[in-house]
């Protein structure tokens, strides 16, 4: 078993998938930060917001001087080249973006993207100096089917063909997302039972295929309609870390609430 004592840095993701005008964004950034911004003073967290790439230089420039980080919501397998569409994890890093979220279930069952692209997409973020959250997830079918742990093995042995991932230096830039399909923007949240499961799982699994020192420091977030009503009792569980947030991040309110519950839990004692 890993060591009880947590002093991972939760950390909080405002997925915008394809929503929002460019225009809409400094408005958002201005309201999440006079909501959280004494909160940033007395306790140690992160938030990234994950804006669609159109509108990265805009977040950036809102959130300079802010503790807020942006994150892409994809990017390419190289720095350059013929690669039509793709967005360069050279020019993320250009565009003040930290970080990057990888394999999200809409990239890998709407677009086909497979464990062989998503990690050839995370050996070129991490090459760039770039933080990647890495999302895996079973499919309701596999779940009903008992398959859960053998769908998030074969996914997370995807680390083992991004080369390097595992070197314990860039494992410490990587956030895995923990993100049943059958919940994401359905309504239908994971039990904070269900999800420390998982969590477990892959904590325990890193730690036999990594080590038990990187396993324990290794940031494991939860994602699947997460709300304000159920963000505290998610985040109660041990091996919970934080959560990325779809539809409820949409508005600055909501994703305050989720991560002053969410904290509440976490960091119990904490002035929220
Ligand atoms: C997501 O987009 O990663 C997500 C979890 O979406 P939602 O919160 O809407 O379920």
New binding site residues.
Partial sequence: MMSSVVTRVPVF?A?W?MNKLVREAPEYVERLNALLGELYSALSFEVLIAPPATHIQSVSASLQGLPIKVAAQNCGTARAGAFTGEISPAVLKELACQWV?LG???RRHIFNEEDSLIASRLRAALEEGLNAVV?VGEVLQDRKAGKTFKVIESQLALFNSAKGAFQPSLLRRVVV?Y?PVW?????E?ATPQEAQEVHAFIRNWLSEKVSPEEATAVRVVY?????AENSGQIMAQKDVDGL??????LDPNTFAAIIKNGLKTRLPGAPI
């Fill in positions: 993701a997925n998938k979220i999200h279930s809409e999302c997302a993100e919940a994401i923007g359905t309504g949240n994602g699947g309609s997460v709300k990325l947030v779809g539809g409820a991040s």
